[in-house]
């Protein structure tokens, strides 16, 4: 059975400074795993995906996140913070194409 | 760029009452899908649909929900019988061909059953 933990429900940083946003998944198989935000009354869109290919994954918007497949981990990491990121950020991971299972979120608040 | 859309961004109903949530998805896709998000909690899998027919389904859908794709471009869910915690955001997503792992979604329907 497939899960995902999001270590942090809220994580608050300075406008310019890292994001670090916690992610570990439990799979049977390899698993594909996605990073989606959802800003305020928007639908959800995706980050970056990892599907066994590069584990140093790069997004839109600067994000990127690293698959390790020894520490079950796929963090999402940005090096500045920009107030346009503050949102809610949905880590989620698939063994086949057509469950997917979200972990409960973390919401980034970036402080001025 | 192409997008998925739903309809109404926001529906009232009655407990009891039959509703049905309309989504477009995106012309070429061939995966559709429908998930819901109670408010302040994950977003969760309802169902997955391709060739016209479910291809899974979770606990959550149970024979109160289908969905239907009627007429080769709309993608409906309906709920039968309301029940005041149905009340959530829903999601339609899409997925074009079988390796593209990449599933859109659209803005989503909020439900409110009082």
């Known amino acids: 059975a497939q899960s995902v933990t999001q270590l942090d429900s809220h994580v608050s940083v300075s406008e310019g400074t890292p994001v670090l946003l916690r992610c570990n998944y439990s799979?049977?198989?390899?698993?594909?795993l996605f990073w989606y935000v959802q800003h305020p009354n928007k639908g959800l869109q995706l980050l970056l995906k990892?599907?066994?290919?590069?584990?140093l994954v790069k997004g839109i918007n600067g994000f990127e996140a690293e698959f390790k497949k020894s520490e079950t981990s796929f963090h999402l990491t940005k090096p500045s913070a920009h107030m346009s990121d503050a949102a809610e950020y949905f880590c989620v991971v698939s063994d086949n194409l057509d469950k997917i299972i979200f972990g409960k979120g973390t919401r980034l608040h970036i402080l001025p | 760029e192409p997008e998925v859309t739903q309809t109404p961004s926001h529906q009232v109903t009655q407990m009891g009452q039959e509703v049905i949530l309309r989504c477009v998805p995106i012309?070429?896709?061939?995966?559709f899908y429908w998930y819901r998000q109670i408010l302040g909690q994950k977003v969760e899998f309802l169902v997955s649909f391709y060739n016209n027919e479910i291809s899974e389904k979770s606990e959550i859908f149970d024979d109160q929900f289908s969905v239907e794709r009627p007429d080769g471009s709309n993608f409906t869910l309906k709920i039968r019988s309301t029940k005041l915690e149905d009340s959530a955001m829903y999601f339609c997503a899409s997925r074009g061909p079988i390796n593209d792992y990449e599933q859109y979604f659209g803005p989503g329907t909020r439900l409110t059953v009082t």
């Open positions: 012309s070429n896709h061939l995966y």
């Open positions: 799979s049977s198989y390899s698993p594909s």
């Open positions: 990892y599907t066994s290919a590069a584990t």
